[in-house]
């Protein structure tokens, strides 16, 4: 089957093509070279200028996993309110925040996303996610597995293992996790929650182990560099929420000694301590120090106003947040010497001082990186708010008009807090391009997607200009899915399942001795039963792995 | 030869596997062509007015496959056991929790406070596996409290020892002694001297052991919890835990489903969003604990057909009804009442591979293939189902 499609405007970063009409052929489920001219065209789309772009990636959205089950559970009343009549086509479900892993799937497709990925899977929950988001149709999927507060790795730091021994630790996660990047969630601070510690800045003693959060940043990011890994160590920074912690996620970024990491959601990051009410906006600080090093990528983690429910591996940070809890209900949890997760329900307001400035704070951070290939577009989902709100949110990137209209909403203190009012940048389509599928894509090392050249796997999202750019982006005039026309007018069309996107760096296999003697005498379950195999993931599970290469390993 | 590990429930699980087997449908006791049984069973299902999913004793893909049919016929989906779990879940709904899994319990827990005397009979190697090895990070022995209905009863040889306090008293004043525990923690003067026959200075030393230790851990099986608004008397457990975190460390380890209801309710939430005791008669998911309950439903009448699965054990057969049944089920089921129509499939984790949770709702572990038959998995017959319905 050979699909054309006719005479598209074209933003392809990848390529540097900015809106130039091109046609794109497609068979197989690839994009190929424009064939000889007497091959017959099975099928041609005519876009006249339609605005063409590849399917888009969102690197870090909480969709599958026992933290996300926990939150359905929790947010049981709003899911009783929101349910989602079946179709011929679609399964029924239910939920706005905390939505069932088919109607995530299909929202996702219907908005012109291709590939998710889920940012918090602990390597002794990572089966219950891969089934779940194998039960997320539409979309290729993959995960980061969670280090760093892990018994295992602590003990290797405080014995002074050899930074190798770790590197295999690390690879041997990967591999048997299935897993695409390595997480590290308030580095070794739900740990420190399990001892009973409240709080753990990047200088600060694990008091069981002796290790710092900065020893923690320090290692891992140097396994992720030295195996090879592509994507960056996704750091999740310490004192997530606390005013003044842009102070921690400085010195987590010195703490990568210049490698390669990725800050995830910095607008909970980027706080400072002025004014009256001691809280205030850092994003120009946070965005001066990310702007000038070229090592250090991020994503925002944008709120919006509404109800919503924040999952977090973070439990010391969520426990410490179970106050604003809204309903006034929420779960931590202790979990397998690995890690921890925490469920608290927040309604963002935007007559509220504090949340208030925390929108604008992200949008301060976008509106003031300078570089679209190191800063990417998500909410955190469902945190700062659920995945189904980015087409509003590209609007206040792109249309200044509408978002001085949307501040002139906001508490006035957190207006006069914000020099949001004095940033003029609109973002351009070849920018949001970058930021939701060429950067994602380079920095996950996903040489398949994120763009539209010969090779790529045909997931194109086709949009139908409009002025309000937020109407365009909620509801694309095409999606394919590798090469199939999954989504017309914003309406699903046909049911796909997806891969699991993975790394399998190489490493040492004494580990594993190491490790199956340390299960053996410490853990619950075997060694054996831990590592989820290719078969697996295929037969049972029901997500093939699709795996993407590293580059070789030097230590 | 197979052979079973070591745990008691899974070596009875093994045995039934020998059973003789049927890999033979039937209606009626007659026997049938397999796919003349999906077909009946197609058929019962798309002119019931309220069909019952009910059961549910089987593998993550087994209710995976389950969720599609509920959702494609209408049905109601509940686990026979989801009584018990919803104890719990109810808990978890309304207030959320503070809990943790069995590694760290077992590293982890100074103090575990075990409530009720069940929960060695619903999971036989909770002591030997989870409370006995040394633990990781305690460098003194570990205190167990036992607290519950042990009046009576002997206390096993392994779990009796310096280190284990014995609380006799009944699980309906699980509530009245966890609500006099917060109120002595919280400072508050109390007028009595004993609460639900237990004396004050018992409670007084509980308290302080639960407030000294590092990690303390409160274990109780929901099953156990067979009394009027358990989930009043969870709740105040699962609040003692708040409280508690307040200046420690303190951990609930809820222990629920059996017989596959955890898996059940772990697919039922993430591929429609609510717990178990969901119907979808109207095309949407409706959740509701207490009318979509599937052994209310039997009993008042309300729905008109039945499919029962059950394919981890034979003594797992439907539940003597009036109205037609369709049984998915082990091929050694033992039947009380012949079933309209019997589909026998395979085992998880003897005749195909699969997926189970374990008791704390977190780890998943995978099932293998260990002999060659000619059933075919649960998932499969209930797909074949589905794809069947006009």
């Known amino acids: 089957m050979l699909i054309k499609l006719t005479g598209g405007k074209i933003y392809d970063p990848a390529h540097g093509i900015n809106g130039k009409v091109k046609n794109i052929f497609i068979r197989d489920g690839q994009i190929i070279q424009p064939p000889k001219d007497r091959v017959k065209i099975d099928k041609e789309y005519k876009l006249n200028g339609k605005i063409v772009m590849a399917g888009a990636i969102d690197m870090h959205t909480h969709i599958g996993g026992g933290k996300v089950n926990l939150a359905r559970t929790l947010m049981t009343h709003e899911h009783r309110t929101d349910p989602h009549q079946h179709t011929v086509l679609k399964r029924s479900g239910s939920g706005h925040a905390t939505p069932d892993t088919l109607s995530a799937g299909y929202r996702y497709a219907e908005m012109g996303y291709t590939t998710c990925f889920e940012p918090a899977m602990l390597p002794s929950n990572a089966r219950q996610s891969h089934m779940e988001m194998a039960d997320t149709p539409m979309l290729d999927t993959g995960g980061y597995a969670m280090l760093g507060s892990d018994d295992f790795l602590l003990k290797m730091l405080s014995d002074g293992d050899d930074q190798s021994a770790i590197n295999d630790y690390v690879a041997w996660t990967l591999n048997a996790s299935q897993c695409i990047g390595i997480k590290v969630v308030n580095p070794g601070g739900i740990n420190a929650f399990k001892f009973n510690q409240r709080s753990l800045d990047v200088d600060e003693n694990n008091q069981y182990y002796g290790v710092t959060p900065r020893d923690i940043v320090r290692s891992l990011s140097r396994a992720i560099q030295e195996l090879g890994v592509p994507h960056p160590l996704h750091i999740h920074c310490s004192n997530l929420g606390i005013p003044g912690n842009f102070e921690s996620t400085l010195a987590t970024m010195d703490a990568a000694e210049g490698r390669p990491i990725h800050l995830t959601h910095i607008q909970f990051h980027s706080y400072g301590t002025e004014g009256d009410r001691k809280f205030s906006s850092a994003a120009a600080q946070i965005a001066e120090a990310v702007n000038r090093q070229k090592n250090i990528s991020m994503d925002v983690g944008q709120i919006l106003f509404g109800q919503t429910a924040s999952i977090s591996g973070d439990n010391m940070r969520q426990y410490a947040n179970h106050q604003h809890a809204h309903p006034k209900k929420w779960i931590c949890m202790d979990i397998e010497c690995d890690a921890g997760c925490g469920v608290v329900p927040f309604r963002y307001r935007d007559k509220d001082f504090v949340n208030a400035l925390q929108w604008a704070i992200g949008l301060e951070l976008f509106l003031l990186a300078d570089d679209p290939w190191r800063i990417f577009l998500t909410t955190d989902h469902p945190n700062g708010a659920p995945f189904t709100s980015y087409p509003h949110l590209i609007r206040l990137l792109m249309d200044r008009s509408f978002r001085r209209d949307m501040l002139a909403h906001i508490n006035p203190l957190a207006k006069q807090h914000s020099i949001l009012e004095t940033l003029d940048r609109e973002y351009s389509l070849y920018e949001i391009a970058i930021m939701t599928r060429a950067a994602p894509a380079r920095i996950l090392g996903l040489k398949d997607r994120g763009h539209l050249a010969r090779g790529g796997t045909a997931d194109i999202t086709v949009y139908d200009p409009q002025d309000n750019i937020e109407a365009m982006f909620e509801k694309p005039l095409y999606v394919f899915k590798g090469g199939e026309l999954v989504v017309e007018k914003g309406q699903l069309k046909k049911i796909v399942r997806g891969k699991t996107q993975v790394v399998k760096p190489d490493y040492d296999n004494s580990i594993e001795k190491k490790l199956n003697r340390y299960f053996n005498r410490y853990h619950t379950m075997k060694l054996s039963n831990f590592k989820i195999s290719d078969d697996e993931m295929a037969e049972d599970i029901g997500s093939p792995v699709q795996v993407h290469a590293c580059k070789d390993r030097i230590a | ?390």
């Open chain 2, 1 to 390: 030869m197979i052979k079973s590990g070591q745990c008691p429930l899974n070596s009875e699980g093994f045995n039934q596997a020998h059973w003789a087997n049927t890999s033979t449908s039937m209606i009626q006791g007659e026997q049938i062509s397999h796919a003349t049984a999906i077909g009946k069973a197609a058929d019962l299902l798309s002119k019931a007015e309220f069909p019952l999913i009910g059961g549910l004793v089987t593998d993550v893909n087994g209710v995976r496959s389950a969720m599609a049919l509920a959702d494609a016929c209408g049905a109601i989906i509940d686990h026979q056991d989801s009584q018990a779990i919803f104890r719990n879940t109810r808990v978890l709904q309304d207030s959320g929790w503070m809990t943790t899994t069995l590694t760290e319990v077992r590293n982890r827990a100074d103090l575990v406070v075990v409530i009720g005397s069940q929960v060695l009979d619903d999971h036989p190697r909770f002591f030997e596996r989870i409370l006995q090895p040394k633990p990781q990070f305690l460098k003194k022995p570990r205190q167990l409290i036992l607290l519950g209905p042990w009046d009576g009863r002997k206390i096993p040889t392994e779990i009796k020892g310096n280190n284990t306090t014995v609380i006799k008293t009944t699980m309906e004043s699980v509530a009245e002694l966890t609500a006099a525990l917060r109120a002595i923690l919280a400072g508050r003067p109390l007028d009595k001297n004993q609460f639900a026959g237990v004396n004050i200075s018992i409670l007084n030393d509980l308290a302080s052991r639960l407030k000294t230790s590092q990690y303390s851990v409160l274990a109780w099986s929901a099953k156990e919890f067979d009394t009027p608004h358990s989930e009043l008397a969870i709740e105040q457990l699962v609040e003692l835990i708040k409280d508690l975190n307040k200046t420690t460390r303190s951990s609930g380890l809820p222990l629920g489903g059996s017989n596959g209801g955890i898996s059940a309710n772990q697919v039922c939430t993430w591929q429609s969003g609510v717990p178990l005791r969901t119907s979808f008669a109207t095309g949407q998911p409706q959740h509701d604990a207490l009318l979509f309950d599937g052994q209310r439903l039997l009993e008042s009448g309300e729905t008109d057909l039945l499919l029962w699965i059950s394919s981890l054990r034979s003594d797992q057969p439907p539940p003597d009804t009036d109205i037609p049944t369709i049984a998915i089920g082990h091929p050694a089921m033992q039947f009380k009442r012949l079933p309209e129509i019997f589909i026998p499939v395979g085992i998880p984790g003897i005749d195909h591979t699969g997926h189970m949770f374990r008791m704390d709702n977190v780890v998943s572990l995978p099932l293998r293939k260990l002999r060659e038959t000619d059933l075919p998995a649960t998932a499969d017959v209930l797909s074949q189902i589905t794809a069947r319905l006009s």
